[in-house]
């Protein structure tokens, strides 16, 4: 089927030929790509992405006991539950005007770096390497496979892989050896969580005010020795993520346009220093400056702010092409932050979520369940589209830029972040730095994730440290008792595996009034907004030079997909994104299915929510 | 059962596009009694060929994944089984919208909802099993208040649902799954294809006995401070939690007995109270979860000398907490008390220290 449509605009004509892709695999939740290529100059001219779920936490959490946030907020994510679960006992804290015992802090910095130990290798090495393994890229680039056979792997004394074609195969799904080392890595880690949090996905032991975790010396043994294992596994899995990237940009010049986009990151730290926070608002600043993974705004290059704050002040949920009714002249919940600040009607504190469902319309209504997170940049009076560079490219920015982590085995130093890795049973010990790229773009998004697991893993190891220090000393108290107010606002950050995460929660008489979790992938997924700015996913796919040797007919959109999963989407967190603009002329042509969308007749007009 | 000759080669169609958050099939790789990938590797003796289609897994993306569903759909694959996986929601109370969806319809282009799916594929399923608390009851999703009206599977198909195997749905609770529990039933689903196992035992909620005949509590190792009467009262202490919130005693699950996963981990046994989180009455009959559920506090005191009497309560209680609420359904009205706005008892000058009002000024 071709139809043909026009646009405003005098560019040259383009042939666009239609490519989907519903549902994006090896991820989290339900994602569909839309997009429209130009295969005469193999760039992706157009993006949508729709993701049709919507359950409604923010709805009916109202009127529920606040004590209850963490173990329903949890069952909001499937593989980072205990993300949310962590934030909301954050929230919850500066709600109650309590501080946790700094062992309970220590355990559960523990549990979330093994989160994230686990999270980051299961994604990267059994869903996001499958898009860079034999099986696929002999499908997609086989003459970059002949090249890989060819191409000796230059860290090979270190991981064992004679070629690069040798790393590819490593990765075929479930007959690949790294493949099923790394799943079986990931039970181990998991394992290791669920020493301090109880239960993976949805953590057990954790509460507002600490943790049940029982602090006997041998849970962290039990951690130590198992983390120590795992180390050996990380020495080997960075160099062999170095060795694959460095292979793409060597072989296919150009790829560092994949998913490329203007450096806008936003981070919000994460594993708190107890002997500074106390999660009091008024001292956030500052409690937040002392997280061991330093929480920022990186745009073009330049930290623009560290302060929480200040980052907090600054968010706004704008709508899109959302199934929801706007909340401008509903319930103001929170006017002024306990400093004085004004907060924004279109700050989480302040939302109100009405959902409206109803027919998708992909030509320019509604087709979407999520709204646009942006952060207002007071001193350029922009609305940014921030990214999380999929999590660990955006924190390692920061906290390399910040310059506040010092510890024994992690280091920040202005422009790099240096890790250093204990003698294991295969190798000496290793230090491993990782440098401020060039770019954010798709594989250094990639390559950011490999080494935020060492990150995660050398961090375990001071707080292992730390945590038996006190055991040692007899201090085994992991909870304190507190009173839910009549009333009290509170908010938490802290990284989920794939980025920025908040939860602000509004008490009135000792019930839950609003409650607002942000995760990372609206942020990331988000449609354009009200003033026209698109979403980070579709700066990052719109424009992007395509590598693949298949042409339309057997075209498998493998350059699209290692973008798309470099943020590693979550979409039970709600996702929606759409590119608009760009072409004059296009002829439809569906290869998956029959049926083609219409095109918006005004791509660039701002979109507004249509109700029934 | 409609099975003359063993099944050599079978399909596992899993569906994650309930309301859910993944988190079934997440936990399901953390098994290793057995693997997943012993399982589809062949590596376990008496069992058929896997071919597993999971999203999270899946090499294929995109058509190349859904087209085995479609074949299914039109009775043109082999013998499969069918997983499902979140809450079905209630597709009958928004208009031309939905709330959830899996691929898109090849001629129209619309998204094919979960519900659609279930019609097309449960009947010809060799056997289905529901993955988690969401799909078994509802779960956390069809909490009151919620919008969508979600429900169980069972609800949404009907208790007395058989498959093509004379099977009825085989329920697997747990928010999420304990992964060897799934991994284990999954085990005997493939037993049973291959002649080698017999009819898979299941008591009225569908459950398999043998993972959730037992109470939380029969299986904790703080039960014996429970029968010395010596009770936590605030979550510092490794004593027993039923005065914090623990309902351990009235709950069908294996976990604290199992642990979580290596025998690592799980919930009264290692400081986090028993939620309830595998019964068809969670969450709301569960909460606040960290207030002591009613009847501990009898309970517990009578404990040393009423042990017959106790178990009889608990029965009564058990058999409340064994049902689920009255508003997972699929009728054509959302009967969960659903109010975005509400609830909203107080008004005036009570939010002046965050400077907040009522709404109603506003909206006005």
């Known amino acids: ?612 | 059962m409609n099975q003359d000759k063993p099944i050599e080669e079978v399909h596992i169609l899993w569906i994650s596009e309930g309301m859910s958050c993944d988190g079934d099939t997440v936990s399901m790789t953390a098994a290793g009694q057995p693997s997943i990938e012993d399982v589809v590797l062949g590596l376990i003796p008496g069992i058929p060929k896997v071919h597993l289609h999971n999203k999270v897994l899946a090499a294929e993306t995109g058509e190349d994944f859904v087209r085995p569903f479609r074949h299914a759909a039109r009775g043109e694959l082999g013998p499969f089984v069918l997983v499902i996986e979140g809450s079905i929601p209630n597709e009958r109370i928004n208009g031309e919208g939905h709330w959830s969806s899996f691929g898109v319809d090849l001629e129209t282009g619309e998204p094919i909802t979960l519900n659609e799916w279930i019609d097309q594929l449960a009947p010809r399923a060799w056997a289905v099993v529901a993955v988690g608390t969401c799909a078994t009851y509802g779960g956390i999703h069809a909490m009151a208040g919620n919008p969508t009206g979600c429900m169980g599977l069972a609800d949404y198909l009907g208790w007395d649902f058989r498959s093509q195997a004379d099977l009825p749905i085989v329920n697997v609770p747990g928010c999420p799954i304990q992964p060897d529990n799934f991994m284990e039933t999954l085990l005997w689903l493939l037993q049973m294809a291959t002649g080698r196992a017999p009819m898979i035992p299941l008591d009225d909620r569908l459950r398999p006995t043998w993972l959730f005949g037992k109470t939380v509590h029969e299986g904790c190792d703080r039960a014996g401070y429970y029968e010395q009467a010596d009770f936590a009262v605030d979550y510092n202490s490794p004593r027993c939690q039923v005065k914090i919130g623990c309902w351990g005693p009235v709950v069908s699950c294996n976990v604290p007995k199992r642990g979580w996963m290596a025998g690592v981990g799980g919930c009264p046994n290692v400081g986090g109270v028993c939620i309830g989180c595998t019964m068809p009455g969670f969450p709301d009959r569960f909460m606040p979860f960290m207030d002591q559920p009613p009847g501990a506090m009898m309970s517990s005191k009578l404990v040393a000398t009423y042990g017959k009497f106790i178990r009889t309560m608990r029965s009564i209680t058990a058999r409340t907490l064994d049902k689920e609420p009255k508003w997972h359904h699929n009728g054509p009205a959302l009967t969960t008390g659903y109010d975005p706005r509400g609830p909203r008892s107080l008004v005036g000058d009570k939010y002046a220290p965050y400077g907040g009002n009522s709404g109603k000024e506003a909206r006005r």
């Not at chain 1, 469902?357 to 209504?365: F, H, Y």
């Not at chain 1, 440098?435 to 998004?445: G, I, S």
């Not at chain 1, 995760?519 to 003033?531: G, L, Q």
Request: charged share 20%.
């Open chain 1, 1 to 612: 089927m071709s139809t043909t449509t026009s646009a405003p605009g005098a560019a040259p004509q383009r042939r666009l030929v239609e490519m989907a892709w519903d549902p994006v695999t090896r991820i989290i939740g339900n994602l569909g790509i839309y997009t429209k290529i130009d295969f005469d100059n193999r760039e992706v001219a157009e993006c949508k992405s729709t993701s049709s779920l919507f359950r409604g936490y923010s709805v009916f959490m109202r009127g529920k006991d606040p004590r209850d946030a963490h173990f329903i907020t949890s069952r909001i994510c499937g593989i980072c539950g205990d993300n949310h679960a962590t934030c909301s006992v954050y929230a919850q804290n500066m709600a109650y005007g309590i501080a946790m015992p700094p062992l309970a802090e220590w355990i559960y910095n523990l549990g979330e770096a093994a989160e994230y130990m686990f999270d980051h290798s299961i994604f990267q090495d059994n869903l996001v390497f499958v898009d860079y393994c034999e099986k696929l890229v002999k499908q997609t680039n086989p003459s970059l496979l002949a090249r890989a056979e060819r191409t000796p792997a230059p860290h090979a004394n270190v991981h064992g892989f004679r070629t690069i074609a040798d790393i590819m195969r490593a990765f075929d799904p479930f007959t690949g050896s790294f493949y099923r080392e790394a799943l079986q890595m990931s039970r181990l880690t998991r394992e290791m969580f669920c020493l301090m949090e109880g239960r993976h996905v949805h953590p057990s032991t954790l509460y507002p005010g600490g943790t049940g975790t029982v602090a006997t010396p041998q849970v962290f043994t039990d951690y130590l020795t198992r983390l120590v294992q795992f180390i050996d596994f990380v020495k080997k899995l960075v160099p062999v993520n170095d060795d694959m990237f460095d292979f793409f940009y060597e072989a296919l010049p150009g790829y560092e346009h994949v998913g490329e986009r203007r450096i806008l990151l936003g981070c919000w730290g994460s594993f708190q220093n107890p002997d500074v926070c106390d999660y009091k608002y008024e001292t956030m600043s500052s409690w937040g400056r002392a997280m061991y993974v330093t929480p920022g705004i990186v745009v073009d290059g330049k930290l623009l702010t560290t302060d929480l704050v200040d980052i907090n002040l600054g968010i706004r949920i704008l709508l899109g092409n959302s199934y929801y009714d706007d909340w401008q002249n509903e319930e103001v919940f929170v006017a002024k932050d306990p400093l004085g600040n004004p907060i924004d009607q279109r700050h989480p504190w302040n939302q109100t979520t009405i959902p409206r469902p109803q027919k998708r319309k992909l030509d320019g209504g509604p087709y979407s369940w999520v709204m646009s997170p942006r952060w207002y940049d007071r001193t350029s009076g922009a609305h940014l589209a921030l990214d999380t560079g999929g999590g660990p490219l955006a924190r390692l920015w920061s906290t390399a830029l910040a310059n506040l982590v010092h510890t024994p085995f992690v280091r920040a130093t202005g422009n790099s972040v240096v890790i250093h890795l204990p003698k294991t049973k295969s190798s000496g010990e290793m230090e491993l730095v990782w440098r401020v790229p060039q770019r954010a773009n798709t594989l250094e998004r990639n390559r950011a994730r490999a080494y935020f697991v060492a990150y995660a893993a050398a961090m375990a190891l001071y707080f292992v440290d730390k945590a038996l220090e006190r055991v040692h000393q007899g201090d085994v108290k992991v909870f304190e008792p507190f009173e839910v107010p009549d009333e009290g606002i509170g908010c938490g950050f802290h990284e989920a595996v794939r980025g920025v995460l908040s939860h602000h929660l509004v008490i009135r008489d000792g019930k839950i009034a609003n409650y607002h979790p942000y995760p990372p992938t609206p942020w990331n997924a988000s449609p354009r907004d009200i003033y026209g700015t698109p979403g980070p996913y579709e700066d990052a796919v719109q424009g992007m030079p395509l590598f693949e040797e298949n042409g339309p007919e057997d075209f498998k959109g493998i350059d699209i997909m290692r973008t798309v999963r470099s943020f590693d989407p979550c979409l039970p967190c709600g996702v929606h994104m759409y590119v608009g603009g760009g072409r004059v002329i296009e002829e439809r042509h569906a290869p998956m299915f029959g049926a083609a969308h219409a095109a918006p007749d005004a791509p660039d007009a701002p979109d507004a929510p249509e109700e029934k």
